[in-house]
């Protein structure tokens, strides 16, 4: 998806078991970058929204917005072969990378609540987006 600089200004990915169930996420969660770019450094190129992944300290993997980046890209392919970054596959490696070399901003919870963690203090009726992760043999 980095590779597509120059074909999207902005993209939106999200996991296909990530269900929006009340509105479109889109034009909010978008102005996201928006917010990032504000904070960033001024040599920042490149920036990522994405939920809390609780009890890990990195991000969710199941909603990303970010500015595609060929630089970034090459960067993160690199990366990809070091096994730290390997644990919990695009999401350790992703948010390693925004930490240190990019600008990550996390987006409210309500765009992506999982079924454990943090539901108890979120309340359903404001929930935009479920992530239902289901283990199968």
Known sequence: MWKLEG???EILYQDSDLFFLKESPVEPVFGFLNKAA???PENATSYIGAVYDCGLDMFNGGMMVFKPSLFHYEK???LANV???QDFMEQSLISYYYKKFGTLEY???KYNIMPYGRLEKFPALDTIGFHQVRNSL
Do not use: G, Q, W
């Open 7 to 9: 074909v999207y200004d």
């Open 107 to 109: 987006l409210p919870d």
């Open 38 to 40: 504000a904070r960033a």
């Open 76 to 78: 993160l392919s690199k």
């Open 83 to 85: 096994p730290p970054y």
